[in-house]
């Protein structure tokens, strides 16, 4: 999702309300759960060089590389 995106979803909604995040990753929820649920903390840019590995999961290198660009990161803590 880009940014721009993500403004226009969150337009729709009430300004005050609470944002958070859910997952249903099986590797991530606990078991006997349908889905964990995280609080969004916060949003920052980072710069960094992304590659994807061969297994598909995005590594990434924080810093000025030759392939670094600027990446979009929501910060979300697990316990609220």
Avoid at 8 to 14: H, I
Avoid at 15 to 43: H, M, Y
Avoid at 58 to 67: A, D, L, N, S, T
Wanted: with cysteine; glycine share 4%; net charge negative.
């Amino acid at each position: 999702m880009k940014v721009k995106e993500l403004i226009e979803q969150l337009k729709k909604l009430d300004p005050e309300q609470t944002v958070l995040a859910i997952c249903e990753d099986e590797d991530i929820v606990r078991k006997n759960e349908g889905f964990e649920t995280f609080w969004v903390d916060s949003v920052s840019s980072v710069r960094a060089e992304s590659k994807r590995e061969d297994f598909g999961e995005v590594k990434f290198k924080f810093g000025e590389y030759p392939e670094s660009k600027d990446h979009v990161f929501i910060t979300l803590e697990h316990k609220f």
